[in-house]
Nanobody
Framework: VQLVESGGGLVQPGGSLRLSCVAS????????MSWYRQAPGKGRDVVAS????????NYADSVKGRFTISRDNAKKTVYLQMNSLKPDDTAVYYC?????????WGKGTLVTVSA
């Protein structure tokens, strides 16, 4: 099983980034896919989730209206479009796959929002 994130980097406040997570080794289309983030010195919190079979989405209040999660089951990829980025969005962003009690994590990609 692998989850490989990409797309992180340094961006100015107000800017945009698109994160990608490519999955392999499991039935991607059956899993709930989520993005989590962990800021320096803080715990890991869920940012957004997308469910299989219909694509219902959930967002943390702090990112509603700014971030969009989407998935492409044919490409086994989940995306996080991040707009209007703020310094508080600075964190390592992790891809997560969950099916019942099975849970997989990527290694993370760093997003830094700074002028």
């Amino acid at each position: 099983v692998q989850l490989v994130e990409s797309g992180g980097g340094l961006v100015q406040p107000g800017g945009s980034l698109r994160l990608s997570c490519v999955a392999s080794g499991f039935t991607f289309s059956s899993y709930v896919m989520s993005w989590y983030r962990q800021a320096p010195g803080k715990g890991r919190d869920v940012v957004a989730s997308i469910f299989p079979f219909g694509g219902t989405t959930n967002y943390a209040d702090s990112v509603k209206g700014r971030f969009t999660i989407s998935r492409d089951n044919a490409k086994k990829t989940v995306y996080l479009q991040m707009n209007s980025l703020k310094p508080d969005d600075t964190a390592v962003y992790y891809c997560n796959a969950q099916y019942v009690d099975l849970r997989y994590w990527g290694k993370g990609t760093l997003v830094t929002v700074s002028a």
